[in-house]
């Protein structure tokens, strides 16, 4: 009997934003709330994703140019499951200062803004070592 | 003098297996052995286990309750129906493949998938969460 059942909702995982502002973005999953909050009585999580992918940087770009076109804009968010769409990529970024906040991560705006400030110099430091590409690629539709 | 060859007589191999071997290694036979002269046993089959879900098992109809036991990972089987919309069945094609649990294309469309449920409805995708007495989960390993 297989009983392997897998939980691909993890954080990590690689995701694409169906539904609201962001719809189309990719984003990854920093929290999970399997069973969901009182405010929020469904699955949902916390997921840090690019507002503003960077842009593309050639090679006859001098260093102030590649670094104003490495620049990213991210978003933190909590976000119903069936909003997302799951992907098989992951992306391993340590967002240790972003998921500790947790839920009031986002509740005052000054912690949504430094949590912001954090996930974003994690994403950019990640961009700027050339891996996880298919992540800061733009999703064309 | 007859030989030991003539004595005993070839061995009789069921009609069913016999046409089975011949679709195998019939020259369009690259498919599985589950060709068209055996499809409808297995037809029947999924049918009855299917039956046997409905009665004793636990499941869910319709696309919205499928991806959310596919993102629970309560699902143990998913059917689909053939006229399922393509953008649909991939994308609970993949679902399933990330949680690693088996699509079932059923042999026909949402109307007969309801009727084999039991319902009244049309039934575009079914997942099984609890297959009760059936064997359906083992009887469909990697059946697509």
Known sequence: EHAKM??????????????????????????????????RPYGHCLVAG?????????RKDSAKKTAKKSRVKCFLKLVNFTHIMPTRYTLDVDFKDVASGGPDALATRD????????A?????????????????????? | ??????????????????????????????????????????????????????????????????????RNSKAKLVIL?????????SEI?????LAKITVHHYHGNNVDLGTACGKYFRVCCLSIIDPGDSDIINATPAGQ
């Open chain 1, 6 to 39: 897998v939980k691909f909702l993890k954080t990590g995982k690689a995701v694409i934003l169906l539904q609201g502002r962001f719809a189309g973005r990719k984003a990854v999953i920093v929290r999970v709330f399997e069973e969901g909050t009182r405010d």
């Open chain 1, 50 to 58: 690019l507002a503003k992918y960077p842009k593309k940087v050639i």
């Open chain 1, 111 to 118: 912690k949504k803004v430094a949590s912001c400030k954090a």
């Open chain 1, 120 to 141: 974003k110099a994690r994403l950019e430091e990640r961009f700027k070592t050339g891996k996880n590409r298919w992540f800061f690629t733009k999703l064309r539709f």
């Open chain 2, 1 to 70: 003098i007859q030989t030991l060859a003539q004595l005993t007589p070839p061995p009789r191999r069921h009609p069913r297996a016999e046409a089975a071997a011949d679709a195998a290694t019939s020259p369009r036979g690259a498919t599985m052995v589950t060709s068209t002269k055996k499809t409808k046993k297995s037809g029947d089959n999924i049918n009855n286990k299917l039956q046997l879900v409905m009665k004793s098992g636990k499941y869910t109809l319709g696309y919205k309750t499928v991806l959310r036991t596919l």
């Open chain 2, 81 to 89: 129906a053939n006229n399922c919309p393509p953008l649909r069945k």
């Open chain 2, 93 to 97: 094609e993949y679902y399933a493949m």
